[in-house]
């Protein structure tokens, strides 16, 4: 079955970079999207990858595929919860599915 | 352009009530999903409509259930209200349904005491 994957907590300091990972797996063809999530406002999207080549691999499945999202030069205000988001699948036993997300906490 | 709306903002019920939650999709917007937020986690995913219909569902009891109308806008009704079903519940909606990002409104909090 379909599932994902992130790294609870990443802790760095102004101005570094910082990678956030999100493993899934999936029997489909699925777009992988990435949300912020601020306090009190609506999740925002950041960024979207569609998985146009797997059809060229045979039947769609697709494990243990990591998907990063990569944040460079983080300021205080970049502190937030990021959550990957697994969607756009061909089969409607295909659930959309959220990571559990992951707290970035930018030091100042 | 408004995004996604929902209403109510708050929302406070007692065990074994009912409650309706509404939401309108972004204008064009012919996809709505919905979502439970349980406080300190991810949204788990609830139902996904299209065109009026129930196309995707997640592991949630039948006391959870959903429709869609001509105007595209939503309803989520959840029956026999339980203390754990007290959580954020968001309404997404997209153009369509593969591949396209989903819009997220503000949420309705429930507390259910």
């Known amino acids: 079955s379909n599932s994902v994957k992130q790294t609870g907590q990443i802790t760095v300091s102004e101005g570094a970079s910082v990678t956030m990972n999100c493993t899934y797996t999936s029997t489909g063809y699925p777009t992988l999207f990435w949300y912020v999530e601020y306090p009190s406002k609506p999740l925002q999207l950041l960024q979207r990858?569609?998985?146009?080549?797997s059809k060229n691999f045979g039947g769609g499945n697709i494990k243990d595929k990591n998907s990063p999202i990569v944040k460079y030069s983080v300021q205080v205000s970049d502190s937030a919860v990021y959550y990957c988001l697994l969607g756009g699948c061909r089969n409607r036993d295909d659930k959309i599915i959220f990571g559990k997300g992951t707290r970035l906490h930018i030091l100042p | 352009d408004a995004g996604v709306t929902q209403s109510p903002t708050h929302l406070i019920k007692t065990r074994g009530q009912h409650v309706t939650l509404r939401c309108s999709p972004i204008s064009g917007h012919k996809s709505v999903s919905w979502y439970q937020q349980v406080l300190g986690q991810g949204p788990q995913f609830i139902f996904q409509?299209?065109?009026?219909?129930?196309?995707g569902r997640g592991n949630f009891p039948d006391r959870f259930s959903a429709r869609q109308f001509p105007n595209y806008s939503s309803e989520l009704n959840v029956n026999a209200l339980l203390l754990g079903d007290s959580a954020l519940y968001l309404c997404?909606?997209?153009?369509?349904?593969?591949?396209?990002?989903?819009?997220f409104g503000p949420g309705t909090r429930l507390t259910v005491t």
């Open positions: 990858e569609t998985m146009e080549n």
């Open positions: 997404a909606s997209s153009p369509g349904m593969q591949g396209y990002e989903q819009y």
């Open positions: 409509y299209y065109e009026k219909e129930e196309r």
